[in-house]
């Protein structure tokens, strides 16, 4: 068989197409590349829900590459503790997985990422720093103000809801007694207490001494009498 010469149009054409070629490739790969999960696909943020802190990881993959996020507290450049671990999978809006915890002011985290083939163990650069302020304080308690009663509200009562208190006597006061009702009659001396107690008054006895001189005198006035008659009838 025998060979034929290829000539130099030919070959710049085949040149030309390997070129092409290659270059969409490489285009290809690239763009393969970019649609693929990123590490700079996910990002993490320290908040507060209420007065319970968290953190919070965002991916925002739109290929939907499952990943898992692992969440780590440093200390003087290390781990102090595992927080937790999450699977996410992202989405064109972004999904968000969020991981409880009661964070410190200016506390540091590290958020590794690992979506394989594509994420091998990265972190999220640079660590988290969580904000200067914490989100639970300690509870004060509020003074609750006393509602004073304003001038309507006392006029708007009416008068006759409030029963008048009945005034009670002290004892000091008592109970008054009847006044005393002179009397003309003489009051009864002390000797004579036995004749009140009989109705008596106090001129009894001036006129039982009188009663009994009438008859002592009627008495000798009959005796003389008769001794006289006596006399008289002896002559």
Same mark, same amino acid.
């Given at each position: 068989?025998? !060979? ?16 092409? +070629?290659?270059? #969409?490739?490489?285009? $290809? ?7 693929? /999960?990123?590490? %700079? ?6 908040? /507060?829900d209420g007065t319970q802190g968290v953190i919070s990881v965002t991916d925002v993959d739109r290929t939907g590459v499952e990943a898992t996020v692992s969440v780590y507290l440093q200390s003087n450049g290390g ?6 671990? %999450?699977?996410? %999978?992202?989405?064109? %809006? *972004? #999904?968000?997985?969020? !991981? ?6 200016? +506390? ?12 091998? *163990?990265?972190?999220?650069t640079p660590n988290l720093i969580t904000p200067a302020t914490a989100c639970k304080t300690e509870d004060t308690p509020t003074p609750t103000a006393t509602p004073t009663p304003t001038p309507s509200d006392s ?10 208190? #009945? ?20 009051? +009864? ?9 009989? *109705? ?12 009994? +001189? ?5 008495? *000798?006035?009959? !005796?003389?009498? $008769? ?9």
């Amino acid at each position: 068989m025998a !060979f034929t010469p290829i000539s130099r149009r030919t070959s710049r054409a085949a040149r030309f197409l390997g070129v092409a +070629a290659a270059s #969409t490739a490489i285009v $290809l790969g690239a763009s393969s590349n970019a649609l693929a /999960c990123n590490i %700079k696909e996910f990002s993490a943020e320290a908040k /507060c829900d209420g007065t319970q802190g968290v953190i919070s990881v965002t991916d925002v993959d739109r290929t939907g590459v499952e990943a898992t996020v692992s969440v780590y507290l440093q200390s003087n450049g290390g781990d102090a503790k595992k927080v937790g671990e %999450k699977a996410v %999978k992202g989405s064109k %809006k *972004g #999904t968000t997985i969020t !991981f409880e915890e009661d964070w410190a002011p200016n +506390a540091e985290y590290r958020i590794h990422v690992e979506a394989l083939p594509y994420i091998q *163990g990265e972190n999220i650069t640079p660590n988290l720093i969580t904000p200067a302020t914490a989100c639970k304080t300690e509870d004060t308690p509020t003074p609750t103000a006393t509602p004073t009663p304003t001038p309507s509200d006392s006029a708007s009562t009416p008068a006759e809801d409030t029963p008048t208190p #009945t005034a009670t006597p002290s004892a000091s006061e008592g109970t008054t007694a009847p006044a005393t009702v002179e009397s003309n009659a003489p009051s +009864a001396a002390v000797g004579d207490s036995n004749l009140a107690e009989t *109705g008596a008054n106090s001129n009894t006895g001036l006129i039982a001494g009188i009663a009994i +001189a009438l008859v002592a005198i009627g008495g *000798g006035a009959v !005796f003389f009498g $008769l001794r006289r008659r006596g006399a008289s009838s002896s002559r």
